[in-house]
């Protein structure tokens, strides 16, 4: 996209050189429960090149963990010392977000130097102001302190776009609030997909969270963004469930266990089918847990076997599909990949993906570990950092941060 054509400012509109930069990121990550080790670096990986970009700045870092009544919601301070040595410079960690020890060391900076501030959800004003409410958002402490001795807002926090919490979206009015280059890389790549040829297509959605992936099916049929859908694990279940093929006690058993609004998901796959049956490709033949024997669609399923793969002619079908798309978009795996007998689908699958010529984005944390598992990262186009965020974002919703750095570039246009 030409910058002339960006709604939001990016890091290109600005000069950083000495100024106080205060950078929103997102650094949630899983948690080891008996050692409190960050398991995964991902995400702090995706925001280095925001911050090498920023690094003759004072760079001021806010990022979250968790949330209130979580096992993992802890201090930053191991997030502070993780990254310090990804980038092999010194992060100064304070134990405090917006209250006066904050305020000094931030004060106290030089060119270069980098300040990580407390977990933000550690504080109220994060998460129980009403976003609507700009002018009480905007008198808070934790925007009026910070934004008091902070030049610029620099926003990087892509798996955080679809929420409107303070640290996220209340600074719009205060400074310059600009999108950093994971928001910006994460929204160029989503966009091509969603504006590609609507005939060569092809989203793949799979896993067991069927809710994300009921929803974006339905959108991507609805607003015409895809041509073919293929489903594969719980999702796929779910389909075949509603079109009236009877899947087992334990898959049936797992659907409504796990999704409390599990009928209204069955309704919409069942309209789905109806109105675009010709369009959404199911499995057609399976391998059972833990028999480990394999069935065709319309087979009787035992009350005590799990759906846990698909098989040949599934992985047939499906290969045939990406063969003939110019775009992918693939989230979640065919089955139980983690077992070694019930991962050939999900490897297939990826593997076919991976060969293929189109453009391929993939999402969705079991879907990059499967992707890792292969080491096929360097022939995934894009891989997002994005969960619900992602789903959000293609399912056509508002996304508050986004929202957040128009309103900053319209203010500040004005104001200038």
Partial sequence: MDQKERDFFTLDDFDFNGKTVLLRLDLNSPIHPLTNEIMSDTRFRSHLPTIERLKNSKLVILAHQS?????????????????????????????SLYGSSAISAIKQMYNGDILMLENTRFFSEDV??????????????????????????VNDAFPAIHRSQTSLTGFSRKMPNIAGLLIQKETEALNIFLNGNRNKNLAILAGAKIEDSISVAESFLRKEKVNHIIVGGVVANAFLWASGYKIGKKNEEFIIKNNKKYESFLKICSELLKEYSDRILMPVDFVLNPSNKRVEKGDKIPDNQILADISFNSIAMFSEEIRKADSIFVNGPMGMYELEPYSLGTFEILREVAASSAMKIAGGGHTISAIEALNIQNRIDHISTGGGALISYLSGESMPVLESLKESKRYFKKVD
């Avoid at 802890?74 to 960690?93: Q, W």
């Avoid at 102001?129 to 934004?147: F, Y």
Wanted: glycine letters at 4%; aromatic letters at 8%.
């Fill in 67 to 95: 949330r209130p009544g979580k096992t993992d919601f802890t201090p930053l301070m191991n997030h502070a010392r993780r990254l310090e040595r990804l980038l092999g410079r010194k992060v100064k960690y304070i134990d």
């Fill in 128 to 153: 129980v102001l009403d976003p609507e409410a700009k002018e009480t958002v905007e008198s808070s402490n934790l925007i009026s302190n910070l934004s008091d001795i902070c030049d610029y807002f």
